[in-house]
């Protein structure tokens, strides 16, 4: 059974940081393309970063320079470090797992950057 499952999201200050998690199980993990995405209410969801198989790396323009993206193909889990957090960021963050035609998605957690 397929899943992932992330944590780490909540309530945080303008200027602060957070460090979300997505712990997988059910499927080769080293072999797949690791992904945040992010959508904040009215609208699509998006690309925040993604780690490939080959650890490079790619993020947004817009949190380029504040989030990194990381895994730990030991443990099955993809980190994204999350800084300088503006209120814009506030969105619910899903993970991503996609190789060839597998495409998996978590149930996502809430970040809210607010005062």
């Known amino acids: 059974q397929v899943q992932l499952v992330e944590s780490g999201g909540g309530l945080v200050q303008p200027g602060g940081s957070l460090r979300l998690s997505c712990a997988a199980s059910g499927f080769i993990f080293s072999i797949h393309h690791m992904g945040w995405y992010r959508q904040a209410p009215g609208k699509q969801r998006e690309l925040v970063a993604v780690?490939?198989?080959?650890?490079?790396?790619n993020y947004a323009d817009s949190v380029k320079g504040r989030f990194t993206i990381s895994r730990d193909n030991a443990k099955n889990t993809v980190y994204l470090e999350m800084n300088s957090l503006k209120p814009e960021d506030t969105a619910v963050y899903y993970c991503?797992?996609?190789?060839?035609?597998?495409?998996?998605w978590g149930q996502g957690t809430q970040v809210t950057v607010s005062p």
């Open positions: 991503n797992a996609a190789f060839e035609s597998t495409n998996y």
């Open positions: 780690i490939t198989n080959g650890e490079v790396t």
